[in-house]
């Protein structure tokens, strides 16, 4: 079993910058694959990024060269930095985990909101 907890969502302008934190709890971290996912009120939940175990990523076009997720094994933490910030990025944003062999998020956070202002 593992829990999710987001922290570092708030309000910025347009252009700005974000970092969103989620801290795993349990065991097994190291070997998970970590995501994060956002939703628009209205809009389905749709992802953002992944990355592995071995810190390799994947990112949605819409995100790619302004988001970055990294990883730290030793404090079980993913954190997402959110550049060049547009309101269309304005969401819940949540974090997701799954083991390598699944092929959909297996646990979830409760959420941090995002919004940017235009």
């Known amino acids: 079993q593992v829990e999710l907890v987001e922290s570092g969502g708030g309000l910025v302008q347009a252009g700005g910058s974000l970092r969103l934190s989620c801290a795993a709890y349990g065991s097994g971290f190291s070997i998970l694959v970590m995501g994060w996912y956002r939703q628009a009120p209205g809009k389905q939940r749709e992802w953002v990024g992944t990355?592995?175990?071995?810190?390799?990523?994947g990112y949605a076009d819409s995100v790619k060269g302004r988001f970055t997720i990294s990883r730290d094994n030793a404090k079980n933490m993913v954190y997402l930095q959110m550049n060049s910030l547009k309101p269309e990025d304005s969401a819940v944003y949540y974090c997701?985990?799954?083991?390598?062999?699944?092929?959909?998020?297996?646990?979830w956070g409760e959420g941090t909101q995002v919004t940017v202002s235009s």
């Open positions: 990355i592995t175990p071995g810190s390799s990523t």
């Open positions: 997701s985990a799954q083991s390598l062999r699944d092929t959909q998020p297996t646990y």
